[in-house]
């Protein structure tokens, strides 16, 4: 069983930056694919950015490639969801969650879900 816990959220105005943090306790996140998915009030949960197990290969979503990195600690434990020029559109409970098998950006490949992280972006 993996424990996912997601922090950093937060209140921030337009153009800011916020890094989103998803800490992991009862295995190493070594061999888990981590997807960082999002959802906002009255929309669907959709898919921000996933890091592979396999070689660390990092996919984004188009709206917010270029300006969200994902990124692994191994050593913590934790994967980390850096966020520039954040945008009112980005608002939205940020959640991160662990793939033992599954990728990409369909919540249903994913195993293991964080109580998510609210990031309110002002304009």
């Known amino acids: 069983q993996v424990q996912l816990v997601e922090s950093g959220g937060g209140l921030v105005q337009s153009g800011g930056s916020l890094r989103l943090s998803c800490a992991a306790s009862?295995?190493?996140?070594?061999?888990?694919?981590i997807g960082w998915f999002r959802q906002a009030p009255g929309k669907e949960r959709e898919g921000v950015s996933w890091?592979?197990?396999?070689?660390?290969?990092?996919y984004y979503e188009d709206s917010v490639e270029d300006r969200f990195t994902i990124s692994r600690d191994k050593a913590k434990n934790t994967v980390y969801l850096q966020m520039n020029s954040l945008k009112p559109e980005d608002t939205a409970v940020y959640y991160c969650?662990?793939?033992?098998?599954?990728?990409?950006?369909?919540?249903?490949?994913?195993?293991?879900w964080g109580q998510g992280t609210q990031v309110t972006v002002s304009s």
């Open positions: 969650a662990a793939a033992r098998v599954g990728t990409g950006f369909t919540p249903e490949s994913y195993d293991y």
């Open positions: 890091i592979s197990s396999r070689d660390g290969s990092t």
């Open positions: 009862g295995e190493t996140l070594d061999y888990y694919a």
